[in-house]
């Protein structure tokens, strides 16, 4: 079990952007479903945005369809989350995920579609 290592998360004003990244070394495999997870205080677990590695099909939660953009770099099993146009209610804790079983089904934003967490980092906007 290899646990993924996000990075990039911080604060900031409505309407800003930061960038996420998550390492995610799992040699000699390759992680086929990798994605990001958000979690508030009082709230369950929730996707944001997933991607299968083998062929870029992406999902997106409808709250961040059109502001956030999930991306990968397969050479360094590397996976980011671009933030747009972030709002409050997007403030949370992020966390990365990979599963590489690929027979398990589509990368869908379930949580427990995903095997490998990372800590989470946390994003908090203000108003």
């Known amino acids: 079990q290899v646990q993924p290592v996000e990075s990039g998360g911080g604060s900031m004003q409505a309407g800003g952007s930061l960038r996420l990244s998550c390492a995610a070394s799992t040699y000699p495999y390759s992680s086929y479903c990798m994605g990001w997870f958000r979690q508030a205080p009082g709230k369950l677990r929730e996707g944001v945005a997933t991607i299968t590695t083998t062929d870029g099909t992406t999902y997106y939660a409808d709250s961040v369809k059109g502001r956030f953009t999930i991306s990968q770099d397969n050479a360094k099993n590397t996976l980011y989350l671009q933030m747009d146009s972030l709002r409050p209610e997007d403030t949370a804790m992020y966390y990365c995920?990979?599963?590489?079983?690929?027979?398990?089904?589509?990368?869908?934003?379930?949580?427990?579609?995903?095997?490998?967490w990372g800590q989470g980092t946390q994003v908090t906007v203000s108003s």
């Open positions: 995920a990979t599963d590489r079983w690929a027979p398990l089904g589509p990368c869908r934003l379930s949580p427990g579609r995903f095997s490998d």
